[in-house]
């Protein structure tokens, strides 16, 4: 009874449109009237421990990097530097999109972030070239979904903390798939936009090419410490990321000198409140999954899945499936929480290292990122450029068909994760 009690009250407040946090929370807390075993008491106990972690002090120790590189200036620079790399393509400036949204991809960790910083610059600028308003939101989101699966990635911080798996493993195992999509995108924008006649930007150059990179050197020191910091085993995950704040400080305020003191506060709080954000669904959604524990409900939901096939490619592809469902109606962090346990209830019968399946898990919550109506790159992309989310979904679906076709690679080809995994010490 609770567990039907929970699943269907939860059901409800999504149909209502009651926000991702408080429908969990709501539907933990009346499951648990409902049952009248424990005290309620047992809610901020639960909420509490859910985000007593040295592993998620990562999440907002990320963003809050994030949001200093950003205020820091590298937003040119390494747009910039996209320019000189991929501006000679036909549609040199979709190209530069993806290209500068895997630059971001590697400092911030969050795909609506980096959407946000890219699409503010190339968006105004796609529009001004001639591409449509709808095609270029397109090509924002579908670059802003590499966000998370280019490391450091918060939803691989997240499921590290879940499952115990190696978050420098993960983030390791990130990176050719992100560079896979990553260039996939890129060709599939180049293909469209010799279709409707969209011009290159710039003939390449070497001479700008070296320009540009001497002057982004520095922002991209970022990514390059925390992965290699991470992949030398200097330092932990975590402790990465509070490297990623001091250096950005250091860039922002002594390097670049575009922080000042006084505006130290309010980059505070811009990085508190996004935090924020993703630690209440954390802290809603330990007590959701609390409950499923107790009443066994991932067991239950993977038995079921097991009891349809025990054929390890069917059951790869039932999960694939069942993400990108989830992907597309529930917001990351909760799909993360509320999924996983199920996921790895049947690890045994899948076949396949945890990491890897790691990197399967986010990859397809990163496509949700890119479908109505939960996607946030799309809202991002809508918000930016002024279109309606059903006109930018439809030019968003040649994107989506070469993302499923990168899934199953990853899904199915297991030295692309493995490989650089299998160099980072457990």
Not at 17 to 26: E, F, Q, V
Not at 399 to 411: A, G, H, N, Q, R
Request: proline share 4%; charged share 10%; aromatic share 8%.
């Amino acid at each position: 009874m609770t567990t039907a009690f929970l699943l269907l009250s939860l059901l409800i407040f999504f149909a209502i449109n009651t926000p991702i946090a408080i429908a969990i929370g709501a539907s933990s807390i009346l499951a648990l009237v409902v049952q009248g075993d424990f005290p309620l008491m047992m809610i901020a106990q639960r909420m509490f421990s859910g985000t007593d972690s040295f592993h998620l002090m990562a999440v907002p120790l990320f963003m809050f990097a994030g949001v200093l590189m950003e205020a820091g200036g590298i937003s040119k620079r390494l747009i910039d530097l996209a320019n000189s790399l991929a501006g000679w393509l036909p549609g040199g400036l979709a190209a530069v999109t993806i290209v500068s949204a895997m630059f971001f991809a590697g400092i911030s960790g969050s795909a609506a972030a980096d959407a946000a910083a890219v699409g503010a610059v190339l968006i105004p600028a796609m529009k001004r070239s001639g591409y449509t308003s709808d095609f270029s939101a397109a090509v924002l989101a579908a670059g802003g979904s590499i966000g998370v699966i280019i490391p450091p990635s918060i939803p691989m911080i997240i499921f590290g903390f879940l499952t115990g798996a190696s978050i420098g493993r993960l983030f390791a195992a990130g990176i050719l798939p992100g560079l896979l999509i990553g260039l996939s995108l890129v060709c599939i924008s180049t293909l469209i936009s010799l279709k409707h006649g969209y011009s290159a930007v710039t003939p390449f150059s070497f001479a700008e090419l070296r320009t540009t990179f001497k002057r982004a050197i520095l922002a991209l020191g970022a990514p390059i410490i925390i992965l290699g910091g991470i992949l030398s085993g200097i330092f932990t995950a975590t402790e990465s990321a509070a490297v990623a704040v001091f250096y950005a400080l250091i860039l922002g305020l002594c390097i670049y000198r575009t922080i000042r003191l006084r505006s130290l506060f309010m980059l505070f709080r811009e990085g508190a409140v996004i935090s924020a954000v993703v630690m209440f669904i954390i802290a809603m959604a330990s007590i959701f999954s609390w409950i499923a524990a107790i009443e066994n409900i991932p067991a239950q939901l993977a038995g079921g899945l097991l009891a349809i096939t025990d054929n390890t490619t069917l059951l790869i592809l039932l999960i694939n499936l069942v993400l990108l469902i989830a992907g597309t109606f529930i917001e990351t962090t909760a799909s993360l929480i509320l999924l996983v346990p199920m996921i790895t209830a049947m690890l045994p019968a899948l076949h396949i290292d945890l990491i890897q399946l790691g990197v399967i898990v986010v990859t397809n919550l990163a496509i949700g990122m890119l479908t109505p109506p939960m996607g946030i790159c799309l809202i991002v992309s809508c918000s930016l450029s002024g279109d309606r989310l059903g006109a930018v979904s439809r030019r968003v679906l040649p994107f989506l068909m070469i993302l499923l076709v990168d899934l199953l690679i990853i899904s199915f080809y297991s030295p692309l994760t493995m490989w650089l995994a299998g160099m980072v010490a457990h």
